[in-house]
């Protein structure tokens, strides 16, 4: 399992929150910061035809960084 931390701005992380809602792509933890798993975004890009968190972060792809993203 590979997993890469990135830090953002709070506005930022809320913005994904708000793009995305589904907990089975991303979750936030307790102190803040908010899990992506790439595979299931991966899948959810392809079917929304979206690429939210990229657009918000200004990031290449998020799949091809890790197998998770944990935006601090």
């Known amino acids: ?3 890469k931390d990135i ?3 709070n506005n930022k992380k809320k913005q994904i ?3 995305i809602s589904d907990h089975s792509i991303l ?3 307790e ?3 908010i899990v992506v798993d790439t595979q299931a975004y991966q899948t959810y890009k392809e079917e ?3 690429a939210p968190i990229e657009e918000i972060t200004e990031l290449e792809s ?3 960084l890790a197998d998770y993203v944990v935006f601090q």
Do not use: P, W
Request: charged share 25%.
């Open 48 to 50: 929304k035809g979206l």
């Open 7 to 9: 830090s953002i701005s």
């Open 31 to 33: 102190n803040g910061d």
């Open 62 to 64: 998020l799949e091809e």
């Open 27 to 29: 979750f936030q933890e």
């Open 17 to 19: 929150l708000s793009a």
């Open 1 to 3: 399992m590979n997993i």
